[in-house]
């Protein structure tokens, strides 16, 4: 065994009708392509709802984490749904709670608020991403 | 039957892929909300598709409760196949690549940010979305 570094799919939930569901998927495109590139990685989350075999895999295969838009939980439900627990789940609204100043705005796009929202959320995810992307590895 | 829903609510549900990981979905996702806050804004409604699985009785009955469009940004087809599995048949079903071949224009490339080309192709495709709610209504 030794340590090296993991993917870690961390997939939004999805809304398409609410300002947390767009700040949830936001946040996922500021890891994969700002903070954690080539570590974090994402899928399409319907495709866990038509059991496809590559997003059923990659989810099998390393650590998740879901951002959801409201409530209802999607994301993580989906995830679960197939069996398998995620490393964490977040609610986007709890970005915003702790963020008061970035009251973010938009539906189909951020506002500018949200994308700022959005940058500070990934930001402070990173170092979750950092634990469970240095796990145990078969060699 | 699905005169009889038309007549009842006069509306027509969109169900939208999300499609979070490719840059169709998220084009489909553009259009959806186009048709839906400004092109056909008293006439459709919509729903988060992963709903379909996390939600309750009400969310499951959406396609039987409204004719339903499903549009999805790839082949593998997550809205068509998941709203017919969990909810109901769709009235229709579109696909964007399909649109994008008809109208002879370019695949996007970005996730978020879409350029202005981009946002143009998500008004072109919102128009056909719009033509498909017409004709259901019309029905
Ligand atoms: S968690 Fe809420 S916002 Fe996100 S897809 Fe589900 S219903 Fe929509
Ligand atoms: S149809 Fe394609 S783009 Fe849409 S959610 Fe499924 S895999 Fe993603």
């Known amino acids: 065994m030794s340590r090296e570094t993991r993917k870690v799919v961390v997939i939004p939930c999805s809304g398409i009708g609410k300002v947390y569901g767009a700040l949830a998927r936001e946040t996922v495109y500021e890891l994969m392509e700002r903070v954690r590139p080539g570590v974090v990685v994402t899928t399409c989350l319907p495709l866990l709802m038509i059991d496809d075999p590559e997003a059923l895999q990659l989810i099998t295969g390393n650590p998740v984490i879901t951002i959801d838009g409201c409530p209802s939980g999607c994301a993580h439900k989906n995830v679960e749904t197939h069996g398998i627990k995620v490393a964490l789940t977040c609610q986007a609204i709890n970005f915003y709670k702790a963020h008061k100043e970035l009251k973010p705005g938009g539906i189909a796009e951020l506002d500018e608020n949200g994308r700022k929202l959005a940058a500070v959320a990934a930001d402070e995810l990173a170092h979750t991403v950092d634990e469970l992307a240095q796990g145990e590895v078969e060699k | ?139």
């Open chain 2, 1 to 139: 039957m699905i005169t009889l829903n038309v007549l009842k609510v006069g509306k027509v549900g969109i169900v939208s892929c999300s499609g979070e990981a490719i840059p169709e979905g998220t084009l489909s996702r553009l259009a959806c909300r186009k048709v839906l806050d400004e092109l056909r804004p008293d006439q459709t409604v919509t729903i988060c598709l992963p709903l379909f699985i996390a939600g309750g009785t009400e969310e499951r009955n959406f396609a039987r409760d409204f004719p339903t469009i499903t549009v999805d940004g790839c082949e593998k087809q997550c809205a068509r196949k998941s709203t017919e599995k969990l909810s109901g048949k769709p009235g229709k079903s579109l696909l964007i690549p399909e649109i994008l071949s008809r109208h002879g224009i370019a695949k996007p490339v970005n996730l978020r940010n879409l350029r202005p080309e981009e946002k143009a192709t998500a008004q072109v495709v919102a128009e056909e979305i719009a033509r498909a709610v017409d004709e259901i209504l019309k029905k």
